[in-house]
Antibody, heavy 120, light 107 residues
């Protein structure tokens, strides 16, 4: 069974940093691209970053470009999201999502999410 | 960037009704279109990909159609457990944009 478990969320002050982690199990992790998607309170789903299986191709939404960094460690079956210069509008539930196969593919499994709240 | 526009933004229908949600892309995306169901307190769930391919385990009352710029998600007979918000997503290139969502309620 595919499982994705996010961690690292919490309450953080504006301008500070946070690192999210997502540990995968139940599939051959290094065969698949991975993504981060967020949902702000009362809003829809927003894709924010994706990384190919070998970390060669990485992309970001304009809203986080230059502030967030995605990475992965295939040996640890984990994908990470380093979030810097956090703003109030980064407050959201952050989901880790597995691509069906390729980087530009639909997301066939999602984690439960980790909540990030940015407030002074 | 390619924009995805869903309509309606919300709908209320009776159990057993046929429900149709539309998603329009600002540019052609061939068939690189997925549909997701997101229920309160639950994880988003993939229903359809490649515009019309049913994800494994999804009930057959869900179907998708379309290509190019216009796509539809149809629930042939609405059930109480189908309540939630439905999103389309195009995924042919970065950014893989979601539509704004359609909230489905039972009348």
């Amino acid at each position: 069974e595919v499982q994705l478990v996010e961690s690292g969320g919490g309450l953080v002050q504006p301008g500070r940093s946070l690192r999210l982690s997502c540990v995968a199990s139940g599939f051959i992790f290094d065969d698949y691209a991975m993504n981060w998607v967020r949902q702000a309170p009362g809003k829809g789903l927003e894709w924010i970053s994706g990384i190919s299986w070998n970390s060669v191709t990485i992309a970001y939404a304009d809203s986080v470009k230059g502030r967030f960094t995605i990475s992965r460690d295939n040996a640890k079956k984990s994908v990470y999201l380093e979030m810097n210069s956090l703003r109030a509008d980064d407050t959201a539930l952050y989901y880790c999502a597995k691509a069906h196969h390729l980087l530009w593919d639909h997301f066939d499994h999602w984690g439960q999410g980790t909540l990030v709240a940015v407030s002074s | 960037d390619i924009q995805m526009t869903q309509s309606p933004s919300s709908l209320s229908a009776s159990v057993g009704d046929r429900v149709t949600i539309t998603c329009r892309a600002s540019q052609g995306i061939i068939n690189y279109l997925a549909w997701y169901q997101h229920q309160p307190g639950k994880v988003p769930k993939a229903l359809i990909y490649a515009a019309s391919t049913l994800q494994s385990g999804v009930p057959s009352r869900f179907s998708g159609s379309g290509s190019g710029r216009e796509f539809t998600l149809t629930i042939s007979s609405l059930q109480p457990e189908d309540v939630g918000t439905y999103y389309c997503q195009r995924y042919n290139s970065a950014p893989p944009t979601f539509g704004g969502g359609t909230k489905v309620e039972i009348k």
